[in-house]
C-alpha cells in the first residue's frame, strides 16, 4: 500500500464485517486531502479470511497517496486498533462484544488523551447494556468514554445511509455526526425509537430489494439489468418525492388513475394482502431486534455492571 499522510482524526472500527466494510468503503470514498474530518482508519475482524475480505473491498480506491489511510488487523489487536482513536465503533454482532470490549481494549480507551466516544451498532443492545458492559470491564470504576448508539444501512457504501443516532447527552454528538454525515444522511432520535428505526432504516433496504427484484422480474420483454436499473430509478424518483414533502397516497393518487392501468396492478396487490405482509414484517424485524440483545443484557446485570450513570 502507497505511504499516506493523515490529515485529520483516527477512527476505529471493531469487528468489521458487511455493516463495517460498507462504512469503510463510504469513509474511503468521502475522503478528501483537503478535508480535516478524517485521515486515518483502523479496522479489525476476528479472522485473518475476515481481514482479506477488507483488504478486497477498499481495493482500488484506498490505496493511493490522495487516499484515506487504512489499517487492517485481526481481533488479537483491538486493543492496538483503538490506541489515539477519536471514534471507536463496535461494528460486530451483540454476542461478539464481550470478546472485543476486553480489558486491554478498554484499558487503551480510557488512557486515550481525549475523551474516546464509543459507538455501538451491535443490534438492540441499548445505551444502558452497553455502558453497564464497559463499567463492568472497568471493574465497576467511572469511565471516560463517551456512548453512542448508532444503525446505519449498508448504502453507506455509496454514501447512501440513512443513519439514526442516540445518545443520553448532547456532549460528543457533533464529532459523531461529522464522521456519520461522510457516509450519508443522520438522523438523533430518542433511544426508544431505535428498534423501529433500525427496522425502518435499516432492515428495510432488504424489503425494498424484495420489491424491486419481483417489479423487475416480472417482464420477459427487458433483459434482468436493463429493467432492475429503471425500477431502481422509479424506486429513486419516489424517494426523491417523499423527500420533497409529497405523501405516498399522494403519489399513488397521481400514478394510478380510475379504471387505469396500474390500478389494476394496485387491485391485484391489495388482493394479495401485500401491504398488509410489509406491515407484519416491519413488526416482526423490531420485534426481533428487540430481542437480539439480550445476551447483553443479561451479561451486564452481573455484579460490577449495574451501577450506571444514565445520564452520560
Ligand atoms: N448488515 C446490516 O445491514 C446491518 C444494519 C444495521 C445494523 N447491523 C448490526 O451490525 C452488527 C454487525 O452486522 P454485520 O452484518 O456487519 O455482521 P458481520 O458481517 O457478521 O460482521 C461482524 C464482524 O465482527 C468481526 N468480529 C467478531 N469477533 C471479533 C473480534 N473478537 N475481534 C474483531 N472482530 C471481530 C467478524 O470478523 P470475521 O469476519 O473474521 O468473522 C466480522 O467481520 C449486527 O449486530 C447487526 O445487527 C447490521
Known amino acids: 500500500m502507497a505511504e499516506h499522510t493523515d490529515n ?7 469487528g468489521c464485517g458487511k455493516l463495517g466494510i460498507a462504512i469503510l468503503q463510504g469513509l474511503a470514498k468521502s475522503y478528501s486531502k483537503n478535508s480535516h474530518n478524517l485521515g486515518h482508519v483502523v479496522v479489525t475482524a476476528k479472522t485473518s479470511a475476515g481481514a482479506k475480505r477488507i483488504q478486497k473491498s477498499i481495493n482500488g480506491f484506498a490505496t493511493t497517496q490522495d487516499s484515506l489511510r487504512v489499517e487492517i488487523h485481526t481481533g488479537d489487536e483491538n486493543s492496538l486498533a483503538v490506541q489515539d482513536a477519536v471514534v471507536v465503533i463496535l461494528g460486530c454482532k451483540p454476542n461478539a462484544l464481550s470478546e472485543i470490549l476486553t480489558p486491554k481494549v478498554v484499558r487503551a480507551i480510557e488512557q486515550n488523551e481525549k475523551r474516546t466516544i464509543l459507538v455501538n451498532l451491535a443490534g438492540g443492545v441499548t445505551l444502558v447494556d452497553l455502558a453497564r458492559m464497559y463499567r463492568s470491564v472497568r471493574g465497576g470504576q467511572e469511565h471516560r468514554a463517551f456512548i453512542v448508539r448508532a444503525i446505519p444501512n449498508i448504502a453507506a457504501s455509496v454514501r447512501q445511509s440513512a443513519t439514526v443516532l442516540s445518545s443520553w447527552t448532547e456532549d460528543g454528538r457533533e464529532a459523531v455526526q461529522r464522521v456519520f454525515d461522510l457516509i450519508g444522511h443522520t438522523e438523533w432520535v430518542a433511544e426508544e425509537q431505535m428498534f423501529a428505526a433500525s427496522a425502518l432504516g435499516a432492515s428495510s433496504l432488504a424489503f425494498h430489494a424484495i420489491i424491486l427484484r419481483a417489479v423487475a422480474g416480472s417482464l420477459s420483454e427487458m433483459s434482468s439489468a436493463d429493467a432492475i436499473r429503471l425500477c431502481a430509478r422509479a424506486m429513486l424518483g419516489t424517494a426523491a418525492l417523499v423527500l420533497a414533502g409529497e405523501s405516498p397516497d399522494a403519489i399513488i393518487d397521481k400514478v394510478a388513475t380510475r379504471g387505469g392501468s396500474t390500478e389494476a396492478g394496485l387491485h391485484i396487490l391489495k388482493t394479495h394482502g401485500v401491504e398488509d405482509s410489509f406491515l407484519a414484517a416491519i413488526r416482526a424485524t423490531t420485534q426481533a431486534t ?8 443479561r451479561l451486564s446485570d452481573q455484579p460490577g455492571g449495574a451501577d450506571v450513570r444514565c445520564a452520560e
Do not use: N, Q
Open 8 to 14: 485529520g482524526g483516527k477512527i476505529a472500527i471493531l
Open 290 to 297: 428487540g430481542t437480539m440483545g439480550k445476551t447483553v443484557s
